[in-house]
């Protein structure tokens, strides 16, 4: 499953489809300090990067390729000012 809901915690792996983003986004509604964790994600579809951004997530673990944390960094920090991890 590439969206494992924790406690406080959203963990992505692998590819995360568009059909992840409904209940990502009802999860994230009813979890608002939860923290999401990247770093086993090799692939995410836009209207989840959506999600996350309009929920100003906090990102504890970024994903392991450097072309994917770049572009999720600088779409989920913007107005941040700084890098978590």
């Known amino acids: ?27 994230i509604q009813k979890n608002t300090s939860a923290k999401a964790d990247l770093a ?3 692939h995410i579809h836009p209207a989840n990067i959506q999600v996350l951004m309009a929920a100003g997530i906090q990102v504890c673990a970024w994903p392991q390729d450097t072309n994917l944390r770049a572009w999720l960094e600088s779409a989920l920090l913007i107005g941040k000012g700084s890098s978590n991890g």
């Open 1 to 27: 499953m590439p969206v494992d809901y924790k406690k406080n915690k959203v963990v992505f792996s692998d590819e995360v489809a568009v059909d992840d983003a409904e209940k990502l986004l009802e999860w």
């Open 40 to 42: 086993a994600c090799t």
